[in-house]
């Protein structure tokens, strides 16, 4: 999705952090900060300044780290795109870029596997505050130990260790400062978080000291765990990484245990969607930020394809690989200069699968097309065999939706297909529900506001409703989620809502549906509260806060978490749809427990929170492609009960 790969950069299911244009005039003569700013006006002007589509602006990179900045530029998701650049030319324009919002120092470049050991925010820096002993890991009843928790990927906790009466009185217990955290995992008293920055944390769920902490671990996946012989403690966690690779660590140690081979060598390459266990492999979704690559001039669109590989658990083999598109790859013309544009392109995987053991099925949903060559892998929702990575079906739902980023009326990138679609693509993970009679359907949602109910033996649609206007981010985004009764679907749409007021706009729906999974019906519906917020980015000036709910929920028995881009995280009674707790992540600053005064709340987007042993864990600030509420630094917040 330029959609989703400029929300991330899932991130979303990506968002762009730095520029497209690829020539760049030579700068290491220069004095560093002329340099800085050549660099950044030949190389992220174009985007940045002022900020393009959904890229964010110059003033919302400048309050990230330094670190944050320039680990995306050399092992992060902007890696394409500073091809070429040499490590005084990164080293300027991270300068550049933190000098034009506030004082910071410049980070030191890493070398080889070596990052620093610290937690960073602007010029600040605080310390991993180490746990003083390491007890085994020990399973309990309430766990959350992958994406959706369970293998239909429903996020419904059935044993959350909290009473009704327990939700009211839900308060923060600790907080993490970290850069580009997302949704951890929980297994008894340890909780496991990447950051995009590179930083992999394995953390005390009560008290939020760390147990160990891996460097050069570049992801935003939510790693998954599980017991496992493989291991030398008998416990092994998973994850995907910047350089297109899966790395298997030692849950208790955090040592690793293998790596799987690069598993797709184009450099627009993501690995937005977490990875899932099922049996003796381990599914990993694969996508792309190619439609961000594609708004430069001196780009030829487009060559990535998404797909879906299987490793085999115990080595990190790689078993076998689907590419979402099937339909052979041709020129389709030739740009000025002689470069050949190609296609079909795109159907990333922006998100988790979900599986089936009963048919031998995983389930996963595809991103739009980047050309204008059709093919019916985009937009589609596909189930394919976990033995042998055979397409069983596929359904796309929206034909045409050919799209890349920039394709305004004044483009001049040569590379935007016609015509240009909504930007229509699947981020959220689909869900299979059983239905009280036994007969069950594959539900996922769309950004363009629709929800679907598909039968999973054979791909049917069995019904469609609509619950949002839908946008590029959404409509339906990062996420769905059921119980036994009932499907719950956060609503975004933030197209509309930025449009609001503009004639013949639509009238946004942002908030929280309950479908009728035999059905689609409409259940409930609360709209999205207007409330107050601060964000961090907005310096003191009045913020305009959104009311998109495009993060994922989780839900427990008798209720539905969701949070809100103006940083409001609630409790919804999930019969009713009634608010039963609500709190404001931006209406206070947090002194974390690794040493940050101050650190801010902002936007909550993403893959939403983690209800696991009594206690409720929630990222706020930055997670998503949106960019709203932007701090450049997340706070991951744990609540419990009173606070204890």
């Known amino acids: 999705m330029a959609s989703l790969a400029s929300r991330f950069a899932s991130v979303a299911l990506a968002a762009v952090t730095l520029a497209v244009a690829w020539q760049v005039p030579e700068a290491r003569a220069q004095a560093p900060a002329a340099a800085g700013q050549a660099v950044f006006a030949a190389r992220c002007k174009a985007c940045h300044d002022p900020a393009v589509e959904r890229a964010p602006s110059l003033a919302?990179?400048?309050?990230?780290?330094?670190?944050?900045?320039?680990?995306?530029?050399?092992?992060?998701?902007?890696?394409?795109?500073?091809?070429?650049?040499?490590?005084?030319?990164?080293?300027?324009?991270?300068?550049?870029?933190?000098?034009?919002?506030?004082?910071?120092?410049?980070?030191?470049?890493?070398?080889?596997?070596?990052?620093?050991?610290?937690?960073?925010?602007?010029?600040?820096?605080?310390?991993?505050?180490?746990?003083?002993?390491?007890?085994?890991?020990?399973?309990?009843?309430?766990?959350?130990a992958s994406m959706g928790v369970d293998d239909a990927s429903t996020r419904f906790q059935r044993r959350p260790g909290l009473a009704a009466a327990d939700i009211p009185r839900l308060k923060v217990s600790w907080a993490f400062s970290m850069t580009g955290g997302g949704q951890p995992t929980v297994v008894g008293d340890w909780l496991f978080v990447t950051n995009r920055s590179g930083k992999f944390y394995a953390l005390d769920t009560r008290t939020g000291c760390v147990h160990w902490a891996l460097r050069d671990v570049v992801s935003r996946n939510t790693p998954p765990v599980i017991r496992s012989p493989i291991s030398p403690s008998g416990w092994a966690i998973f994850t995907g990484v910047a350089d297109h690779s899966v790395r298997a660590y030692d849950a208790q140690t955090g040592k690793p245990i293998w790596q799987s081979p690069v598993l797709e060598t184009h450099p627009s390459t993501v690995m937005t969607g977490s990875p899932v266990v099922v049996g003796q492999r381990l599914i990993v979704p694969i996508s792309s930020i190619e439609e961000a690559s594609s708004m430069s001039r001196a780009y030829a669109c487009c060559t990535f394809r998404g797909s879906l590989a299987a490793l085999d658990l115990k080595t990190g083999k790689l078993l076998w690989k689907t590419p979402t598109i099937a339909e052979p790859q041709k020129v389709i013309r030739e740009k000025d200069g002689g470069q050949q544009m190609k296609g079909p392109a795109g159907a990333a995987i922006w998100a988790a699968p979900s599986f089936d053991r009963k048919r031998g099925l995983v389930y996963v949903v595809t991103g739009d097309s980047y050309t204008d060559v059709d093919t019916i892998g985009a937009d589609a929702v596909m189930a394919l065999e976990i033995a042998t990575g055979k397409i069983r079906w596929q359904h796309q739902v929206t034909q045409k939706d050919n799209f890349v980023m920039g394709c305004g009326r004044n483009s001049t990138s040569g590379n935007c297909p016609t015509p240009l679609g909504p930007d229509f693509d699947f981020g959220a993970t689909p869900v299979l529900m059983t239905l009280a009679g036994g007969k069950q359907v594959l539900v996922a949602g769309q950004k363009s506001g629709l929800a679907y109910g598909f039968d999973p033996d054979t791909g049917k649609r069995l019904w469609t409703t609509q619950v949002g206007v839908g946008s590029a981010l959404g409509g339906i985004e990062w996420g769905i989620g059921a119980d036994d009764k009932r499907v719950y679907v956060p609503v975004s749409d933030l197209g509309a809502l930025m449009g609001a007021g503009r004639p013949g706009a639509p009238a946004a729906k942002p908030g929280l549906n309950a479908l009728d999974p035999a059905t689609g019906k409409i259940l409930w519906t609360t709209p999205a509260p207007d409330a107050p917020c601060v964000y961090a980015a907005d310096k003191g000036q009045p913020s305009r806060c959104v009311r998109s709910q495009s993060a994922a929920p989780a839900i427990v028995p008798g209720f539905v978490f969701q949070g809100a881009l103006d940083g409001w995280f609630r409790a919804y009674d999930s019969a009713t749809g009634k608010i039963v707790w609500e709190y404001s992540t931006t209406a206070r600053t947090y002194d974390t427990v690794n040493g940050i005064k101050g650190q801010p709340g902002g936007g909550i987007d993403g893959m939403g929170p983690t209800v696991a042993g009594g206690m409720v864990f929630l990222t706020s600030g930055n997670n998503g492609a949106a960019r709203v509420g932007s701090n450049g630094v997340n706070v991951l917040l744990a609540f419990s009960v009173d606070g204890k």
């Open 60 to 144: 919302d990179l400048a309050q990230r780290p330094a670190a944050d900045v320039l680990k995306a530029l050399t092992t992060g998701i902007m890696k394409p795109m500073a091809g070429g650049l040499s490590p005084a030319d990164l080293d300027a324009v991270t300068a550049y870029i933190a000098s034009t919002g506030k004082p910071a120092a410049v980070a030191n470049r890493p070398t080889g596997q070596e990052m620093p050991q610290v937690a960073i925010r602007g010029g600040v820096v605080g310390t991993d505050p180490m746990c003083a002993a390491n007890p085994p890991i020990e399973a309990a009843a309430g766990d959350w």
